[in-house]
């Protein structure tokens, strides 16, 4: 059985709300990847986005992008589009199972792929495709996600990854040899009865005291920490906390409270005011108690270099630039995501983009489908794309939400510059900051313009 697959323009949550958990699959039996003949490393450049790593893949001839996630255990594609073809092999139904309250989501799986990541290649690639348009996660990193990898690629090398530097170097596990660190902390990666995802143990400190966690290691969410309330164990919310969407799984949304701990320990690390989530235990039903406490996410991972070396068991970091840089949420209490372009004539100091020279591969994330028809691609060589940004979420009882501001409004300016100027990001990052700063926003409602003013203000 084949399936063709179309367009891949699917997108995850940013910031704080990233966290995209798979448990409960059927494994299967995968081929390795392997480096060519001859050479023992390989070096791969990515990007970082909401405390995400971002890598280019090609499966099948196509080139995709996935985030790097040490929390699955097998290799997923998102829900897709209708403009590109992509051939998956070998395909058959089944039911994938996953954090939220929902039902098991529809998935395809797919056998006997080729997946190439730098030069390391798998050509027995095995795949599931997730049809379920609600995991359709919306496009709050500003630009296309299509999938995720994590067990697949990082059993068969000893990863060598740089944040500050975003390179990964991939080292054959055979020919590579440890440096002396003395400023690192090397540690037990915990892969309980064959687990594909690591735990890790760390220290955190609640009431003066220093409780020990086991955590699952966790590159696929943006978040800092989220820990498992248990009283037994000592892991209780901290007064200060306020209830929140927590993020997205396979099976319907997460809520729970966010809060911060004063003192995360990774070995003689101490990280502190770290953000933290704690999820409602109804959402944790799935996960067993015993074996962990909770995750270690992208938003502390990326304050140190790591090497990751799955085939030893073993993890080691070391400090880098950002270690210092303090934890923040959201003061704003909104959530913007791209929802796309809208082509326009271009003002007297901006220089037009020639539309007709868009690709049908990346034509539907831009949006040019909904904006524009094949006929005015051809001819409208004097028009520019500008991103298109809405407000997905307010925070009730948040600054944004007590002067009016509502979901679905368009953003067309902040501060006095037009939204389309920013990136995604530098918005986002306009709402983490500077407690007090004064937030003017200019939003499209059903057609009327509407100006808004607020001012950032810390939650805990």
């Known amino acids: 059985m084949k399936v063709l697959l179309l367009n891949f323009c699917q997108f995850l949550k940013s910031k704080v709300l990233v966290l995209f958990l798979v448990f409960s699959f059927i494994i299967s039996a995968q081929s390795s990847f392997k480096l060519p003949a001859g050479k023992k490393s390989d070096k791969i450049k990515f990007e970082v986005a909401n405390n995400l790593i971002i890598l280019p893949v090609i499966l099948n001839g196509i080139e995709l992008s996935f985030i790097l996630d040490t929390g699955v255990g097998s290799t997923i594609i998102f829900s897709v589009d209708n403009k590109e073809s992509l051939e998956l092999k070998n395909a058959s139904r089944i039911y994938l199972r996953g954090l939220g309250d929902d039902e098991p989501v529809e998935a395809i799986k797919s056998l006997d792929n080729e997946l190439r990541i730098g030069d390391a290649t798998s050509v027995k690639h095995t795949v599931y495709l997730v049809f379920d348009e609600s995991i359709n996660f919306s496009p709050r990193m500003g630009f296309p996600i299509h999938g995720i990898i994590g067990y697949d690629f990082f059993k068969d090398f000893i990863l060598d990854v740089n944040y500050t530097k975003k390179v990964i170097k991939v080292h054959d596990p055979n020919q590579y040899k440890y440096k002396k660190c003395d400023r690192c902390h090397s540690t037990k990666l915990d892969f309980r009865e064959n687990n594909k995802r690591p735990l890790v143990g760390a220290r955190y400190k609640a009431k003066d005291k220093l409780t020990d966690v086991r955590l699952l290691l966790d590159s696929g969410s943006g978040s800092s920490l989220w820990l498992f309330e248990n009283e037994q164990k000592g892991i209780t919310i901290p007064e200060k906390s306020f209830a929140d969407f927590l993020g997205k799984g396979f099976n319907g949304d997460i809520f729970g409270q966010r809060s911060k701990i004063s003192e995360l320990h990774i070995g003689d690390f101490k990280l502190k005011e770290v953000t933290t989530a704690f999820p409602d235990s109804i959402y944790i039903q799935g996960i067993s108690l015993d074996t962990r406490e909770g995750s270690l996410g992208g938003n502390v991972l990326r304050r140190f270099n790591l090497i990751i070396d799955?085939?030893?068991?073993?993890?080691?970091?070391?400090?880098?630039?950002?270690?210092?840089?303090?934890?923040?949420?959201?003061?704003?209490?909104?959530?913007?995501?791209?929802?796309?372009?809208?082509?326009?004539?271009?003002?007297?100091?901006e220089q037009p983009t020639v539309i007709n020279k868009v690709t049908e591969k990346n034509r539907s994330y831009l949006g040019l489908n909904r904006v524009v028809n094949e006929k005015t691609l051809q001819l409208a060589s004097n028009f520019i794309l500008r991103p298109k940004y809405e407000i997905s979420d307010v925070r009730p009882g948040s600054p944004a939400d007590e002067v009016g501001l509502k979901k679905g409004d368009i953003i067309l300016e902040v501060n006095g510059k037009k939204a389309y100027n920013y990136k995604l990001s530098q918005l986002n990052d306009l709402f983490y900051f500077e407690e007090g700063k004064r937030i003017k926003i200019k939003v499209n409602r059903l057609g009327v313009e509407l100006k808004f003013t607020f001012y950032l203000k810390k939650v805990i």
């Open 310 to 349: 799955y085939p030893n068991q073993k993890i080691s970091f070391k400090k880098n630039s950002f270690f210092d840089k303090p934890f923040h949420y959201n003061m704003s209490g909104l959530t913007i995501q791209h929802i796309g372009f809208d082509t326009v004539l271009p003002e007297e100091d």
